[in-house]
């Protein structure tokens, strides 16, 4: 997909400077598009070796692995002041960790203005949340529509300083606007930007319930932890770390989400159906999955901690949402609600009230029925 450069290129601000950040800056550039690349001050390394370096480098290679998206692109506005990139375009991108999502927005606030899209990458609920806390901190008024998308789209990593390796991409990004209603005319603002083709989903729940994390990185991360924390950096996550035994549990697990959206009233991809799809496999079995990934399994890396965001961003902001869902409608949810328990364990945290709760979302005290109406 190419930018017609007969027509003004698209404008867009990406906020965060971390690995989605930086490339997102780099593709949406190969695009076609100008840039603004904000990091918050002592999040700035990479600005920095950009402004040095002339640009972003994707790398052709890595670890002997040949890669696509190989180049170098000149990133029309580097910045450490929000403000600035702010008012660089009305389309706002956050590539950032679902944590950072409530700080960086605080920011942003008194230099929003009316009919900005944010788009969240990964959403896992966090419109919910940034539209609630837009109206508890007195901003009411600001119209602006939030986008979630279901990850971002890249398998990608920083490799030095203004460089990238970009090591897969999805075949198509789904993605729901709050309120769903303005879905299409999000898709159609933001498609001229994106490398994928992005399709539309029901809402912002299924958006956060559709990620395909959730059934895989709190469970094998857990059920590993061990090994991963003692032998760090020794193995491929995707493939050593899954094995017949946690394949099922996670497919059990699997179950657990699907009843929820299915309560919801939401149609639901089961993983296995969601992962063949986005990555254009065929695989037979979410083992068989992990097992022949070529995006997931060309480079060894895996969580060394459990304070990799495997645990600190997927079980707070993508379980929690479902176990206070399953709460609301009596639906039981005993393998997330344990993996849970043993992350906050792990952690010494309690994500059942740190994690994004329905409260946080501006969704207590709410049926199942008022919360789709709400959201649509």
Same mark, same amino acid.
């Given at each position: 997909m190419t930018i017609n450069n007969t027509q003004a290129s698209p404008k867009v601000a990406v906020f965060g400077a971390g690995n989605a950040g930086l490339t997102a800056a780099f593709h949406f550039t190969q695009q076609g598009c100008q840039v603004a690349l904000y990091g918050s001050e002592g999040?700035? @390394?990479?600005?920095?070796?950009?402004?040095?370096? %002339?640009?972003?480098?994707?790398?052709?290679? $890595?670890? !002997?692995?040949?890669?696509?998206?190989?180049?170098?692109?000149?990133?029309?506005?580097?910045?450490?002041?929000?403000?600035?990139?702010?008012?660089?375009?009305?389309?706002?991108?956050?590539?950032?960790?679902?944590?950072?999502?409530?700080?960086?927005?605080?920011?942003?606030?008194?230099?929003?203005?009316?009919?900005?899209?944010?788009?969240?990458?990964?959403?896992?609920?966090?419109?919910? @949340?940034?539209?609630?806390?837009?109206?508890?901190? %007195?901003?009411?008024?600001?119209?602006?529509? $939030?986008? !979630?998308?279901?990850?971002?789209?890249?398998?990608?990593?920083i490799t030095g300083n203004a460089e990238i390796a970009i090591l897969g991409m999805k075949s198509f990004l789904p993605i729901a606007a709050l309120p769903a209603s303005k879905t299409d005319e999000m898709i159609a603002l933001l498609q001229p930007i994106f490398p994928l083709k992005l399709t539309p989903l029901e809402n912002v729940i299924a958006a956060g319930l559709e990620n395909i994390n959730f059934g895989g990185h709190p469970l094998m991360t857990t059920l590993n932890i061990g090994l991963l924390e003692n032998f760090p950096g020794k193995f491929n996550y995707y493939t050593d770390c899954c094995s017949p035994a946690t394949a099922k549990a996670s497919e059990k697990l699997d179950q657990e989400r699907l009843a929820v959206g299915s309560a919801l009233g939401l149609n639901l991809k089961t993983e296995l159906e969601a992962m063949n799809e986005l990555y254009d496999m065929n695989a037979k079995s979410v083992y068989e999955l992990n097992k022949t990934s070529e995006t997931h399994g060309s480079v060894n890396s895996a969580p060394d901690s459990s304070k990799n965001r495997y645990i600190t961003e997927d079980a707070p902001y993508l379980l929690v949402p479902c176990v206070e869902f399953a709460q609301l409608m009596n639906i039981d949810t005993p393998i997330a609600t344990s993996?849970?328990?043993?992350?906050?364990?792990?952690?010494?945290?309690?994500?059942?009230?740190?994690?994004?709760?329905?409260k946080k979302m501006g969704l207590s005290h709410m049926t199942a029925a008022e919360i789709i109406a709400k959201i649509s």
């Amino acid at each position: 997909m190419t930018i017609n450069n007969t027509q003004a290129s698209p404008k867009v601000a990406v906020f965060g400077a971390g690995n989605a950040g930086l490339t997102a800056a780099f593709h949406f550039t190969q695009q076609g598009c100008q840039v603004a690349l904000y990091g918050s001050e002592g999040f700035d @390394e990479q600005i920095h070796a950009i402004a040095a370096n %002339g640009g972003i480098t994707s790398l052709a290679k $890595f670890h !002997d692995t040949s890669l696509d998206y190989a180049g170098f692109e000149h990133i029309d506005c580097l910045t450490t002041d929000i403000k600035q990139a702010i008012a660089y375009s009305d389309i706002l991108i956050l590539p950032v960790p679902s944590f950072a999502q409530v700080p960086l927005f605080k920011e942003m606030l008194p230099h929003l203005s009316d009919n900005q899209t944010i788009v969240l990458m990964p959403g896992n609920y966090g419109s919910l @949340e940034l539209n609630q806390l837009k109206n508890d901190l %007195g901003y009411q008024n600001l119209k602006l529509t $939030f986008v !979630d998308a279901i990850s971002i789209p890249w398998a990608t990593r920083i490799t030095g300083n203004a460089e990238i390796a970009i090591l897969g991409m999805k075949s198509f990004l789904p993605i729901a606007a709050l309120p769903a209603s303005k879905t299409d005319e999000m898709i159609a603002l933001l498609q001229p930007i994106f490398p994928l083709k992005l399709t539309p989903l029901e809402n912002v729940i299924a958006a956060g319930l559709e990620n395909i994390n959730f059934g895989g990185h709190p469970l094998m991360t857990t059920l590993n932890i061990g090994l991963l924390e003692n032998f760090p950096g020794k193995f491929n996550y995707y493939t050593d770390c899954c094995s017949p035994a946690t394949a099922k549990a996670s497919e059990k697990l699997d179950q657990e989400r699907l009843a929820v959206g299915s309560a919801l009233g939401l149609n639901l991809k089961t993983e296995l159906e969601a992962m063949n799809e986005l990555y254009d496999m065929n695989a037979k079995s979410v083992y068989e999955l992990n097992k022949t990934s070529e995006t997931h399994g060309s480079v060894n890396s895996a969580p060394d901690s459990s304070k990799n965001r495997y645990i600190t961003e997927d079980a707070p902001y993508l379980l929690v949402p479902c176990v206070e869902f399953a709460q609301l409608m009596n639906i039981d949810t005993p393998i997330a609600t344990s993996i849970l328990h043993l992350t906050s364990a792990f952690n010494e945290d309690d994500y059942f009230a740190s994690g994004r709760t329905l409260k946080k979302m501006g969704l207590s005290h709410m049926t199942a029925a008022e919360i789709i109406a709400k959201i649509s």
